[in-house]
């Protein structure tokens, strides 16, 4: 077991490795010339020019990635002699915002890590739920009425069932205040309930493919002659669907559910601009409209990199659940 997740994490090393220089080299190639974006409207050639050298973009390309590479692990100082120092690990620095990347992702992940994670937590609950609770229900109103909620909530979009979210629970009935984000250390009320609509609307919209993921999943296992010959043996239907069958119909929802997990945690884009969150989604929204490309790199990698940690647990949480995944 100790040499599979060492292959593992050997492996997902190397794919962040290639994942973050396939990153930089993109963005890089794009047509935007950042030393003129970043120069101002009433711009010469020549200074356009000296802006070029003050941030490092007259060097190569794989210098370039390469003083990037050290800025992750050293810290980088932009700009002249006397410029600004990021310390490690430095992500960039924006011009627009004169911030370094940095900071900027740090007061924007906790936001998405906390919509992220509640609304995994919701969206598992309700998805497995409602999925074992149509499979052992088969073709009786329970498994109608999962499988109507897996349809309409797959058909829905999700800016739409945040803005319906809004106008019923703010709006009409005035059940909730509007969201507005207050970090869990200053209030955890106010963090709590400015909450409550994005895990509601992410919690909808992505439970529905685990309802139906779930259901047949356990179906199919049911089918399965060990099950047939358990219950032929007098295992009790509850111990043999709890210990056995639920066991085997997750595994491939366990590889779905991490990599929506670290796909949520690079930035829920649109939930996020619906109910004004400020995390790695509308920070994501804003160096786009700004072309801000120090940002958009940094985005793109941390998006990257939880979405390959997620890949290499999920692959070792795989080999404990199933052992014939470790031979290869």
């Avoid at 979210?165 to 709590?192: C, D």
């Avoid at 920070?283 to 990199?305: C, E, G, K």
Wanted: proline share 5%.
């Amino acid at each position: 077991m100790l040499i599979f997740i060492a292959r593992r994490l050997l492996f997902a090393l190397a794919l962040l490795f290639a994942v973050s220089a396939f990153t930089y080299v993109i963005f890089a190639a794009l047509p935007s010339d950042p030393a003129a974006l970043t120069c101002g409207k009433n711009c010469r050639p020549e200074v356009i020019a000296m802006n070029r050298v003050r941030l490092g973009y007259d060097k190569p390309i794989v210098v370039q990635y390469g003083q990037y590479l050290k800025g992750i692990v050293k810290g980088r100082t932009y700009g002249a002699s006397e410029g600004v120092h990021c310390p490690a690990p430095s992500l960039g620095y924006s011009f627009r915002k004169h911030q370094c990347v940095t900071d900027l992702i740090t007061r924007s992940l906790p936001v998405t890590a906390s919509v992220a994670l509640g609304a995994f937590v919701l969206w598992m609950l309700i998805g497995i739920g409602l999925g074992t609770m149509a499979a052992l229900k088969r073709g009786r109103w329970p498994d109608r009425l999962a499988t109507g909620f897996s349809v309409v909530g797959i058909s829905l979009p999700t800016f739409f069932v945040g803005l319906l979210a809004i106008m019923v629970f703010v709006i009409w009935t005035g059940l909730l205040p509007f969201p507005r984000y207050e970090g869990i250390t200053s209030n955890p009320a106010k963090w709590f309930m400015s909450l409550i609509l994005p895990w509601f609307t992410l919690a909808i919209v992505s439970a529905s493919s685990y309802v139906r993921l779930t259901r047949n999943g356990i179906l199919e296992v049911m089918n399965e002659e060990f099950v047939r010959l358990g219950l032929a043996k007098g295992l009790r239907r509850r111990t043999l669907i709890v210990k056995y069958v639920m066991r085997a119909a997750l595994l491939p929802i366990v590889t779905i559910a991490g990599l929506d997990f670290a796909a949520l945690l690079g930035g829920a884009v649109i939930t996020e601009s619906v109910f004004n969150l400020p995390g790695m989604g509308k920070l994501s929204i804003m160096a786009v409209n700004d072309s801000d490309l120090p940002i958009l790199v940094a985005t793109t990698l941390v998006a990257a990199v939880f979405i390959v940690i997620a890949n290499a647990f999920v692959d070792i949480l795989y080999g404990f659940l199933d052992p014939r995944v470790r031979s290869y």
